[in-house]
């Protein structure tokens, strides 16, 4: 997880997705935003009750698709990591996520991949990969999207 920075130091937006054990929605959030953003967009993922490591069903997946999870580690979610960021994007955590003023929340109502059969996994990776590129191009309107990972 990159270190977070306040939204005043930079011109480089930073995103934090936070979920409940961190080890399934978020990451695909954050390696897919970063996937796609060449460094024109931070992105962390935390959860507010981290587990131990990411779901294998959701490294295996993301791995097929040529996204690299070896340096992901869940990460427990703090007030400072969403102060540091313009936008928390809330993936099943809830009221459980500190809120920060003047930081914008968007709630992305997706599907717990956690256990899952690998088809269902690869349809919220979808479902996320959607949202992503949607977030992507508000946040950077001039970024030129790759094709889809999923393509």
Do not use: K
Not at 17 to 36: D, P
Not at 44 to 65: D, M, N, R
């Amino acid at each position: 997880m990159t270190a977070p920075t306040s939204p005043t130091d930079t011109d480089v937006p930073q995103v934090v997705f936070a979920c409940i054990r961190n080890g399934g929605r978020s990451v695909i959030s954050r390696v897919l935003t970063e996937h796609y953003a060449g460094g024109r967009v931070v992105a962390l993922s935390a959860g507010t009750q981290p587990g131990e490591h990411i779901h294998p069903e959701v490294a295996h997946a993301l791995e097929e698709l040529g996204l690299d999870t070896s340096a992901e580690t869940p990460t427990r979610l703090t007030h400072e990591t969403i102060a540091a960021s313009v936008m928390a994007i809330t993936l099943g955590c809830g009221e459980e996520c500190p809120y920060v003023p003047g930081v914008r929340y968007v709630d992305w109502p997706v599907a717990d991949p956690g256990g899952q059969d690998e088809e269902t996994v690869r349809g919220i990776i979808a479902d996320i990969d959607g949202r992503v590129r949607a977030l992507l191009v508000e946040l950077v309107p001039d970024l030129e999207l790759p094709e889809s990972v999923l393509a």
